[in-house]
């Protein structure tokens, strides 16, 4: 089976799609099993490819099932969220000013959930 999508996909999209068969599943899936999952039309090799990088970037991790492995999210979706904003965060030199251009392009309703949440979190 090969790719019959001969338009490139944007980044990420791919990534995202994997992602979300993973957790919908709940359980460790092999890279066949993920292709399965998936409504477009991939090759193994793509899934697999896919899987090893999300592998190298911390958001999956694997375990010997068989002669290959079975993949797994390491975080819920909120959870890979907020370790790429970190990420982001961390490739500044500047995080106060980071943090501040965050913190005023927050909406009213957003800036209440962090309020609420710094508030807690020093109690």
Not at 22 to 27: P, S
Request: glycine fraction near 6%; aromatic fraction near 4%; charged fraction near 30%.
């Amino acid at each position: 089976m090969s790719d019959t999508n001969d338009e490139r996909r944007p980044a990420g999209e791919l990534e995202a799609a994997v992602m979300a068969a993973l957790w919908a599943a709940g359980t460790p899936l092999t890279p066949g099993r993920v292709q399965q999952e998936l409504a477009a039309e991939l090759a193994r090799t793509t899934v697999t490819t896919i899987l090893s990088r999300l592998h190298e970037k911390g958001a999956v991790d694997r375990r010997q099932q068989g002669r290959g492995y079975a993949y797994y999210p390491v975080h819920d979706a909120a959870g890979l969220t907020a370790r790429r904003m970190h990420g982001e965060l961390d490739r500044d030199t500047d995080r106060e000013t980071v943090l501040a251009r965050f913190v005023a392009q927050l909406s009213p309703d957003d800036e209440q959930v962090l309020r609420r949440l710094l508030e807690a979190d020093q109690a």
